[in-house]
């Protein structure tokens, strides 16, 4: 159909009650970013139900940019017209004659109570005139097409399609958030799973160079690029990890590697994370896809912070993962292969139950804390646009 103006809805931003507005406002300043090749072409009206964008070109191509705000729960493309009755017969039988199918349904929300015709008179006129002009037939309980009418103080909204968004919240409207970024398959689709839940995201990634290859830099600027889809600016640090990992490998026992590799990097996160005041460390763990993944292991591993973890991905399984990583186009990119600094080093029996005070024991043989603040000094921001 011919459409010009897009009704946009806020699904669980409904239940915000008194903050709601204030959701309402990011959401309208998240779509515009998104929308800001089109700025001269729409004007918006943000209201307390929804958010409407007049097009002031038909049928503006935006459809797939505003399927990737977070925030946004559903919106249709609708043809706004003047409210009288007549004319809102003519117009339904024309959206109607455009659209595919064999049996079709009205229904009408009467925003403005003061105009004369109910809701239901206006679903048997318009379903009348259609009846009459076409061979459908009317189904009220699965119709191939659906023609929704919406009368306003300012017009008549007809549409037939309504398309689902990413739903979740505004970005950044829950906080903000350092996601561990490796560069394998898990951690963009936690990234996005919590993009789109209202995190605003930067990405902290250890290097361990010559044992890594820089490929591994260029493939996760590619990944961030399609994250930047959901969030238009992103920072990752990346943290010269070589020096830690070989004295890791040094000085700790068997099996504990990875461990004591892991524990070292969440010190790290955690320090820049409070620098840089954010909220929450994130990662693409998945509970028991490997090793440092048991709840032993994570047990350990956590006891280094009291920054809250988050793992969007801890109750997936392996195939849901790749499944949501093709449908963001990261797949591809992440099975690039680049070695990490999670697998230059091969580990025997790695220890699925690890113990803290072994842990302890292995950290005391090293100045580690002095090597961590050199980390942290060395580290290279890049900042993607």
């Known amino acids: 159909m011919d459409y010009n103006v897009i009704i946009i809805r806020f699904g669980e931003m409904n239940t915000k009650g008194k903050n709601?507005?204030?959701?309402?406002n990011t959401l309208a300043r998240s779509i515009k970013e998104a929308l800001a090749d089109f700025k001269d072409l729409i004007d918006y009206s943000v209201r307390h139900d929804h958010i409407y964008l007049f097009l002031k070109e038909d049928n503006l191509d935006v459809i797939d940019k505003l399927k990737q705000v977070s925030g946004l729960y559903s919106f249709s493309l609708a043809k706004r017209i003047d409210p009288d009755f007549d004319n809102i017969l003519d117009e339904s039988l024309k959206i109607i004659q455009k659209e595919t199918g064999k049996t079709f349904k009205i229904y009408t929300h009467r925003i403005d109570k003061s105009y004369p015709y109910i809701s239901d008179e206006i679903n048997r006129a318009v379903a009348k005139v259609i009846l009459k002009n076409t061979s459908l037939t009317v189904d009220v309980h699965y119709p191939d097409i659906l023609l929704s009418i919406e009368i306003r103080s300012d017009g008549a909204y007809l549409f037939t399609q309504t398309i689902k968004g990413l739903g979740g919240f505004p970005k950044g409207t829950l906080g903000r958030g350092l996601m561990m970024l490796s560069g394998g398959i898990d951690s963009p689709v936690a990234s996005y799973l919590l993009m789109k839940r209202g995190i605003e995201l930067s990405f902290i990634h250890y290097a361990s160079p010559p044992y890594t290859n820089?490929?591994?830099?260029?493939?996760?600027?590619?990944?961030?690029?399609?994250?930047?889809?959901?969030?238009s600016k992103l920072v990752m640090y990346i943290v010269p990890f070589t020096k830690i990992q070989e004295k890791i490998y040094e000085v700790s026992y068997e099996g504990y590697q990875v461990t004591i590799m892991r524990r070292m990097m969440y010190r790290i996160a955690s320090k820049v994370a409070c620098?840089?005041?954010?909220?929450?460390i994130a990662n693409g763990e998945s509970l028991g896809q490997v090793a440092s993944q048991t709840l032993e292991s994570l047990r350990v591993i956590n006891e280094v912070t009291n920054m809250p973890i988050i793992r969007p991905?801890?109750?997936f399984d392996k195939t849901?993962?790749?499944?949501i990583s093709k449908e963001i186009n990261t797949y591809d990119i992440s099975i690039r292969p680049f070695e990490d600094c999670c697998t230059i080093f091969p580990i025997k029996k790695p220890k699925t139950a690890p113990h803290l005070d072994i842990c302890e024991e292995i950290e005391k043989k090293a100045d580690f804390d002095t090597l961590i603040d050199e980390c942290i000094k060395n580290i290279e921001v890049k900042i993607i646009k």
């Open 320 to 323: 849901k993962i790749i499944e």
């Open 313 to 315: 991905l801890a109750i």
């Open 275 to 280: 620098m840089k005041h954010y909220d929450i």
């Open 214 to 231: 820089s490929g591994v830099i260029f493939k996760l600027e590619d990944i961030l690029n399609e994250l930047k889809k959901y969030q």
């Open 20 to 24: 709601k507005k204030d959701f309402i």
